[in-house]
Every structure is written in structure tokens, then in C-alpha cells.
């Protein structure tokens, strides 16, 4: 991969961000509000209103997460919030919290197509540590998929990959699916 940069998603980088989740908002409308949100205020706000519902998030000086930008192009994303910023991460049977230590979730990701397989995962992996260790944070917890033969369609892989968590020095500490672990990182 040629020359990264990875930035906090500030108002003036919003445009990035939209030009990086296109006119469909990444997936379906999500523009990363899936796990913010009910599921019916989800459904409800698919497209446009789950935009301008990031977009004022951001506006008031919310950083929802990190830009990865790939010579100067908005190339990926990954959220990355304290785990109560997610309320739809405690509703899931299978990543309810593990335990009541105060954790940063990450729990989306989003790289532009010709962009994938080139390690960018990974390089948003690193900046979320650098950032919570920034923000005071001691611990990275994120919500892989692991598929048992390997493989999975793309739309399916919103919350990362395992192997590029452990790549990226977290590991694994619980599990309540045969393919979806929940694994950490501690800031030491």
C-alpha cells in the first residue's frame, strides 16, 4: 500500500467522509449509525436521516471514529467510541458486555473497494490504539466476524475481520458464536 494517513473525523474532514460512504451511506444507508440507534429508528433512517444524524453528531464536535486516507483519497473508516455510545452492542445476546471495565468498542469498519486486502484494516486498527491511548482509554474491544471456512461476502464483514485484529496485537477474550469472537486490546 502506498502512503497512508489516518485522521479523527472532525466537521472539516465531513466531506471526506462523505465521499468515502457514497450516496448509498457505505451500506444501505447505514452511515454507521446501525449500532447508535434501535433497530426501528435504524430502519426508519436508512439513507438520509441516518446521514444528517451522523453529520450533527459530528458537527457538535463528536469524533465517531477515524479517515484512513491512501495518497491524499478517503480510502476507510473505523468507529471507535466508548461501548455506551453503542446502546445496540448491549441489546445483542452475542456481544453484550463481558465484563463492566470501560471499554472503547470498534465496531465498524468501511474500505473502499480497490483499497481492501492491502492491510488498511490493520493501519485503522493501530490509529484506534494510538487514539484511545490519547484519549485516556486502556482498552480496545472489538466485535469480529471469523468465518468458519474462511470466507464471507464483504457486506458481511462491517465489523472487521479476526485475523486482522490479532494482527494488529488484540486477542481474543470471549466468545458466544463459533464465528464471532470479541476480542481486546489493553493499552499498557
Not at 16 to 25: K, M, T, Y
Not at 121 to 144: C, D, K, N
Amino acid at each position: 500500500m502506498t502512503a497512508t494517513e489516518i485522521h479523527p473525523l472532525t466537521p472539516e474532514r465531513w466531506p471526506d467522509f462523505e465521499a468515502l460512504f457514497g450516496p448509498r451511506g457505505a451500506c444501505a444507508g447505514c452511515w454507521c449509525m446501525f449500532w447508535k440507534l434501535s433497530r426501528k429508528e435504524f430502519d426508519a433512517g436508512k439513507g438520509e436521516p441516518n446521514r444528517f444524524a451522523m453529520q450533527a453528531r459530528v458537527a457538535v464536535g463528536e469524533v465517531p471514529g477515524l479517515l484512513a486516507y491512501v495518497d491524499g483519497v478517503p480510502a476507510g473508516w473505523i468507529a471507535l467510541e466508548p461501548r455506551r455510545a453503542y446502546p445496540g452492542l448491549a441489546r445483542s445476546r452475542i456481544l453484550a458486555a463481558l465484563d463492566d471495565r470501560p471499554v472503547w468498542s470498534l465496531p465498524c469498519f468501511f474500505v473502499e473497494r480497490k483499497f481492501r486486502r492491502q492491510g488498511l484494516s490493520v493501519a485503522l486498527l493501530q490509529a484506534a490504539i494510538r487514539h484511545v491511548a490519547q484519549q485516556g482509554g486502556t482498552i480496545l474491544e472489538g466485535y469480529p466476524v471469523e468465518p468458519a471456512d474462511g470466507k464471507a461476502p464483504p457486506v458481511f464483514l462491517f465489523t472487521g475481520v479476526a485475523s486482522a485484529f490479532r494482527r494488529a496485537g488484540f486477542v481474543e477474550a470471549g466468545r458466544r458464536s463459533p464465528t464471532r469472537p470479541i476480542m481486546r486490546y489493553t493499552i499498557r
